[in-house]
């Protein structure tokens, strides 16, 4: 399918100039597929991966029929994860920088209800969350549906297998019945099948491959024992040297114990599993995200709609429990056209899984001896990520950290990376070597004429 410009469909002026200024030129397929689809206002069931570019398909959607003038709720986008629900409305926010006053509100558990309930009483256009807070808000009735003009489940095989098919009855059954509903799923089984019949009214049905080719990812089969297998990621990681890596743990126990023996080995690791509250994970994803921490080790579970530009290498600390599951994890690299490195690590007991990756992928897999153990102390991630103590709750906004740190001309632009504004903190990415000047910068100076602490994450 050649690819289309996105002026070629019906969209505002405001959304067609804010795309150019991100670069989105043209569409993927499954923008192409499911935005006409979605514009005439129809049901969709829209079956594609992750890194098809289906965020942006369903928001550009929900965007050009927005009413900004109304504080209604007129969009949910219903999400399996915090993390997933976080990007999707920041995305969101993204495609809507040039219309005025659109508020997007995430509602997720793991969050204080407080001050959800306060920023509903203000009122939101688009409410992005996960099916249990959504669920708690209806029954206490903090949050009103009865004008809702679009509902998207997102990553919906996601949902279901993590037992929130209750909940999503229970708020579809909250919504009118004229709406439109937008179903996006990477798998289509049985489950996702009977929900679409029931909530979906003569859907389109669109099914397409995601960004990346299996071409693009480079795929390496190292066998070892269970005692060397921490120091083998480690190995790994040295002998690619990449900006960012992932590595799959099959437990949470393996995940804290790797992320501690990549620490010792000298290499900035941080890790993401189902104990840490929310304050841990926001500062987990945002060292990541901003390249200050070169290996994220994780769960599944906690991984899933992680979706972090140019990573470039996976490693499966063990091989996934199922095939599919391989598929998607290696994914998360070589996309958009770029290459990536994905590494599993196995042994005799766990050959077996093997064999369902090569009948998966249409593949033979050939074992490969690990690369020599060359560790470099040298090594080390390009960013260095600061925390303020100042954050939404005191008007803060990314240019006035982006000012105080370039005012002076001792730093410059192209020294700060990404700036993520929390209600009561800020996290701001610069490069390594200045990292201890931007601190004197903000500790001796004022953002937004107030005073504030600040400290380099380690």
């Known amino acids: 399918m050649s690819q289309q410009p996105f002026d070629r469909i ?23 597929e499911s935005l006409p689809v979605i514009l005439a206002g129809k049901d969709l069931i829209a079956q594609g991966k992750t890194g098809s570019g289906k965020t942006a398909a369903f928001g550009l959607g929900l965007l050009q029929q927005l009413d900004n003038t109304s504080f209604q709720v007129q969009s949910l986008v219903l999400c399996p994860t915090r993390e997933l629900a976080d990007q999707v409305a920041q995305e969101l926010r993204r495609l809507a920088r040039q219309i005025s006053n659109v508020k997007v509100l995430t509602l997720c558990g793991g969050m204080p209800l407080g001050p959800q309930i306060g920023s509903l009483e203000h009122g939101a ?93 480079e795929q390496h089969f190292h066998p070892v024992s269970d005692e060397s297998r921490d120091d083998a ?40 599993h189902g104990d840490l509250d929310q304050r841990q994970r926001d500062q987990t994803l945002v060292r990541f995200a901003n390249q200050s921490a070169t290996v994220l080790v994780a769960t599944d579970v906690a991984a899933r709609g992680l979706d ?64 020599e153990y060359v560790p470099n102390r040298e090594f080390r991630p390009p960013m260095a ?25 001792e730093i410059s632009g192209d020294e700060v990376g990404k700036i993520r ?25 004022k953002v937004k004429n107030r005073s504030c602490r600040v400290r380099q994450l380690r």
């Open 10 to 32: 019906n969209l505002k002026p405001e959304l067609l100039e804010n795309l150019a200024s991100l670069d989105y030129i043209s569409m993927t397929p499954v923008q192409q």
């Open 385 to 409: 990520t600061l925390q303020l103590d100042v954050g939404k709750k005191q008007k803060i906004r990314p240019g006035d950290v982006l000012g105080a740190l370039t005012r002076g001309g």
């Open 233 to 272: 990621v480690a190995c790994l990681i040295y002998h690619h040297r990449p900006v960012s890596a992932v590595v799959f743990c099959n437990t949470k126990q393996e995940v804290r114990a790797l992320e501690q023996s990549l620490q010792q080995a000298g290499l900035a690791a941080v890790a993401l």
């Open 308 to 371: 972090v530009e140019g990573l470039d290498l996976v490693v499966n600390h063990r091989p996934a429990k199922e095939a599919q599951v391989h598929v998607h994890r290696i994914g998360r690299t070589g996309r958009a056209g770029k290459t990536g490195v994905a590494v599993t690590l196995f042994n005799e007991r766990e050959r077996f899984k093997l064999a369902g990756i090569e009948a998966q992928m249409d593949m033979i897999v050939t074992d490969e001896p690990l690369p």
């Open 421 to 445: 504004v929390f209600d009561f903190c800020t996290y701001v990415a610069v490069r390594r070597p200045v990292a201890r000047q931007a601190v004197q910068l903000i500790s001796k100076g």
């Open 125 to 217: 256009h688009i409410v992005v969350g996960t099916p249990g807070r959504i669920e708690e808000h209806l029954r206490k009735g903090t949050l009103r549906l009865g004008r809702l003009r679009t509902l998207v489940l997102d990553e919906a095989d996601r949902m279901l297998e993590m037992g929130f098919q209750e909940a999503v009855d229970a708020i579809v059954a909250a919504t009118p019945s004229s709406r439109q509903s937008l179903l996006f799923s990477a798998t289509y089984p049985k489950a996702i099948e009977a929900i679409a019949g029931r909530i979906l009214r003569q859907p389109v049905r669109v099914q397409v491959e995601a960004l990346h080719q299996n071409t693009s990812i």
